[in-house]
């Protein structure tokens, strides 16, 4: 009863953030509360007794997507643009689907039910043999690492794809616009990786001052 | 980026090796507790990202350069890839880590998953620091002068 209570509690406040988020126009604030959002789903994933994906979700979900998301930040304006587009037909689409997830969550088996397909069809398996066969205590890991080992080659080569991906994006287009000149290069390419608004005119000005200290920092040392 | 608070500066260079080895104990006690190889590449990798927001990127750039750093993220997809080449020319199927000691099965399984979990680790770590590079450093000139990885 009070696990439910608990979950209530968190869903909650799970369904204010995300509308303080859809509501909030300023950026800064806008990524603090998806970073709190986060936490509370990890909380919810240890009242559910899912502490392998909690941990995931406090570390991945609220601690460094929230530290990235800043430092994009910090190439856009504070501000999002309010929207100027017509919202009733995407909230249409958006309300029939919601109402037929929750028709079909009805449909799902009850919560922790023992007879549900999910634990009737290879996971008894993997109970009985993960720490009785294989002495590994830790039934999560045996099947992420074992069991389901290709999977988990998938997804560490789509983890390795995005890296690629972003330094092909990223590192390749500051590459090319640069003058040679590297007495110039300080001055010049902050400004031509940002787009030339008057918020971040002030910025770039900072951060170019800040360059021209770390280069020579780096030219004594 | 840099922070000149000395507060700052003396916690992160107390927490850094902590962290670290907070890390490694998740990376290799996943088999008992929760954790592994993607939670621990996280936690490691925060702990050099705490370590860029405080002494700035260039400092954070001569502790792992990102043309290493971008090196490890290949080595990791490589150790998981390897773990299954070897379960094969041990005469088992692809990632089976039965094969990886005949007389012990419950051993290949420990010494398999151990291997596999480091890899995914170090994958997850290298991704995490070359996207901290990408979007921190991003028109940084001092990025174009290592090479352009950050």
């Known amino acids: 009863m009070t696990s439910v209570m608990i ?63 800043l430092a994009a930040m910090a190439r856009l304006p504070a501000e999002e643009k309010p929207l100027k587009t017509n919202v009733i037909g995407p909230l249409a689409v958006v309300a029939i689907v919601g109402i037929l997830l929750v028709t079909a969550v009805v449909d799902l088996p009850a919560f ?55 330094i092909l ?16 290069k300080p001055k010049a390419s902050p400004a031509v990786a940002r787009t030339k608004t008057s918020s971040t005119a002030k910025k770039s000005r900072q951060s170019s001052a800040k360059a021209k200290k770390s280069a020579k920092k780096g030219a004594s040392s | 980026m840099m922070s000149s608070n000395p507060v700052f500066r003396v916690t992160t260079k107390i927490l850094f090796a902590p962290i670290i080895l907070y890390g490694l104990y998740v990376q290799f006690h996943g088999d008992f507790g929760p954790g ?13 990202i705490l370590y860029g927001l405080v002494f700035g990127m260039v400092a ?53 998953i151990l291997l596999v979990e480091l890899g995914v680790g170090v994958t997850v770590t290298s991704v995490m620091m070359i996207l901290f590079f990408a979007f921190a450093g991003y028109g940084d000139p001092k990025a174009d002068e290592d090479g352009g990885q950050g």
Do not use: C, W
């Open chain 1, 112 to 166: 922790g039910s023992a007879d549900a397909p999910a634990h009737i069809h290879v996971a008894p398996r993997y109970l009985a043999e993960s720490d009785a066969k294989l002495h590994i205590p830790n039934v999560v890991t045996t099947v992420l690492a074992s069991y389901r080992g290709f999977d988990t080659l998938g997804e560490t080569i789509v983890i390795f794809a995005a890296g690629l991906g972003v």
């Open chain 2, 36 to 48: 592994g190889g993607f939670q621990a590449g996280v936690i490691v990798a925060a702990a050099f």
């Open chain 2, 60 to 112: 954070l750039r001569r502790l792992a350069p990102p043309r290493i750093v971008a090196v490890f993220m290949a080595i990791g997809v490589l150790i998981y890839g390897g773990v299954g080449v070897v379960s094969l020319l041990n005469g088992g199927n692809y990632l089976d880590y039965n094969a990886l000691d005949h007389h012990d099965p419950a051993h290949g399984q420990h010494l398999g």
């Open chain 1, 169 to 184: 994006l990223l590192a390749g287009k500051t590459k090319t616009p640069l003058p040679v000149d590297p007495k110039t």
């Open chain 1, 7 to 69: 979950n209530i509690f968190l869903v909650t406040l799970m369904v204010v953030i995300a509308v303080m988020v859809v509501r909030t126009r300023r950026l800064f604030a806008v990524i603090v509360m998806s970073g709190a959002y986060s936490l509370i789903s990890a909380a919810m994933f240890v009242n559910l007794d899912a502490v392998d994906v909690a941990f995931t979700e406090a570390a991945v979900g609220a601690g460094i997507s929230t530290v990235l998301l």
